[in-house]
């Protein structure tokens, strides 16, 4: 498995382009480019590397997550994957948004939804959804065990939590999703967020100040 990471938007959002290497199916996660620059620098590497598009999902609906969704959907012709809850985040987005002078784009109307039951397939990789809500109403988080690891969206970050003073963000929850779900993982579990860099369960399990393990 490659992963490639962009970082695009005011916001400095990680967009994830996640690929099987031999049958070059890529899953597209959290496209928050926003302008020509962005949206033809994710095509570029996706032409340079003849990769596959299979699937376009979102760990949730934050308008820095979502702003590419339209442009990806439709150049590869993908319908989007997202929690069926999360379309009230969306709704806001695109609300809030406009309140700022940011577009979020045209947004795909194919949409699937995908809840802890689903199961995503990117050639050879199975990834496994965990229900993470708290800095969204219902962020998922996708989990490969064949690789180990792990997307969190903006629910755990290196040495940080995602925001819980959002509409309808939580700390109780929050923490409980980090605690309950994403902190079963093996501590060598490589975790990439949407924002900032990467990180392992085992050191923020040590090191996060807050998510309190005592
Ligand atoms: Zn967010």
Redo the contacts with the bound molecule.
């Keep these: 498995m490659k992963i490639k990471i962009f970082t695009f938007n005011p916001f400095g959002e990680n967009t994830y382009i996640v690929y099987d290497e031999i049958t070059l199916e890529c899953m597209i996660i959290d496209p928050g480019c926003y302008n020509q620059a962005e949206e033809n620098e994710i095509s570029a590497y996706i032409t340079a590397h003849q990769l596959k598009p299979v699937l376009l999902v979102n760990t949730?609906c934050?308008i820095?997550?979502i702003m590419g969704n339209g442009y990806i959907s439709s150049t590869y012709k993908l319908p989007l994957h997202l929690h069926k809850d999360e379309e009230q985040t969306m709704q806001h987005s695109s609300g809030w948004g406009k309140m700022y002078g940011l577009e979020i784009g045209l947004q795909p109307t194919d949409r699937i939804y995908i809840d802890e039951t689903s199961t995503l397939n990117v050639g050879s990789y199975q990834f496994k959804i965990f229900f993470t809500p708290g800095?969204?109403i219902a962020?998922i988080s996708f989990y490969c065990k064949q690789m180990n690891l792990l997307f969190s969206?903006?629910v755990l970050f290196n040495l940080g939590i995602?925001?819980y003073d959002?509409p309808w963000g939580n700390l109780e929850t929050l923490t409980q999703s980090i605690k309950t779900q994403l902190y079963t993982l093996p501590d060598e579990t490589k975790v990439f967020a949407?924002h900032g860099d990467s990180t392992t369960i085992g050191f923020e399990k040590l090191n996060n100040p807050y998510v309190n393990l005592r």
Excluded: M, T, V
Aim: hydrophobic share 10%.
């Design positions: 949730h934050h820095d997550h800095h969204s962020s969206g903006d995602g925001r959002l949407g």
